[in-house]
């Protein structure tokens, strides 16, 4: 039967037990609800909801200061048996450890903050060093960049309150960030930008403008 007591000791428990609340992130969170869907298609949305009330109890007690699970994707019912198309952890480390090798170090800390955010990519395109902040370890999500029919870039507020929000990140990922920001620096000072200004992007395209839709 699939009691509440069977969703976590199968599936919640196994998923993220051996870790500290306070040490889940979004990205954690995501690969295990993928793995939920693969692993039981029936019920993986149910299983998802109950990770969420433990979160969502944890956070109204202030044990975490924001829920990992809200910024989650939900992959939607399919009618085969295809697998939904992620990367396990295997497959990311080994994907990351060739752009680190093999591309420049920005498109290396590009993937890394998309991998461990969980943040989409207009919303990385957007990104401003002022929405960074290295002393808390966070990264503020309020605005995302699309592109027109004409291949202009649009700058919007995010979609939704609960789109618009902070991210805790780990150590790693903001060292990979610092070191990207000296590199950056040193540049676009060759290049004649100003990269101190309070608008500069983290990861800039060409003409220290936005990064192109091909992204």
């Known amino acids: 039967a699939c009691t509440i007591e069977n969703l976590f000791s199968k599936h919640i428990l196994p998923s993220f037990g051996n870790r500290y609340i306070t040490k889940i992130t979004p990205f954690v969170c995501q690969a295990a609800v993928n ?37 989650v994707m939900i992959p939607r019912n399919k009618k085969n048996d295809k697998k939904e198309n992620y990367y396990n952890k295997q497959e990311l480390n080994e994907f990351l450890k060739y752009c680190k090798s093999d591309l420049t170090y920005k498109y290396f800390a590009v993937f890394r903050v998309l991998a461990y955010s969980g943040m989409r990519k207009g919303e990385l395109r957007g990104l401003l060093w002022s929405d960074i902040d290295f002393e808390k370890n966070t990264i503020s999500i309020n ?7 004409k291949g202009q870039p649009i700058v919007q507020s995010t979609k939704t309150k609960k789109s618009t929000r902070i991210i805790t ?5 903001m060292l990979i ?5 000296v590199m950056q620096q040193k540049k676009l000072l ?10 500069q992007l983290v990861f800039q395209g060409n003409g220290n403008k936005f990064l192109s839709r091909d992204m």
């Open 190 to 199: 060759m290049l004649g930008y100003n990269s101190l200004s309070s608008k």
């Open 35 to 71: 793995q939920w869907s693969n692993d039981c298609k029936g019920t993986y949305k149910s299983i998802a909801n109950r990770a969420n009330a433990v979160f969502d109890y944890a956070y109204r007690l202030e044990v975490i200061k924001d829920n990992p699970m809200k910024k």
């Open 143 to 149: 605005k995302t960049v699309s592109y027109n029919e």
């Open 177 to 181: 960030l610092r070191k990207w920001q």
């Open 169 to 173: 990140m780990d150590v790693k990922t």
